[in-house]
């Protein structure tokens, strides 16, 4: 549970914008979108191995 002390005289759209960053840092909301679908193994590892060869060939770009 994320806590966010509230600052004598702060603004809650200020706190709000506090716990909104701290919720995402937590990573909370990616690990219920993964839960929410399952997806094979197979596919995650097809999708890892795409991303590679897409940074690859960046990095390939890069060095011409």
């Known amino acids: 549970m994320l ?4 600052k004598e005289g702060e603004n809650i759209d200020r706190a709000l ?3 909104k960053r701290k ?4 990573g909370t909301k990616r690990q ?3 839960r ?3 997806t094979k193994p ?3 590892r097809r999708a890892q191995i795409q991303k ?5 060939t960046l990095r390939d ?3 011409i």
């Open 42 to 44: 197979s596919v995650e």
């Open 32 to 34: 219920l979108q993964t």
């Open 52 to 56: 590679a060869q897409y940074v690859q």
């Open 61 to 63: 770009a890069e060095d």
């Open 23 to 26: 919720f995402d840092r937590t």
């Open 3 to 6: 806590i966010i002390p509230i």
């Open 36 to 38: 929410k679908q399952f």
């Open 17 to 19: 914008k506090r716990f």
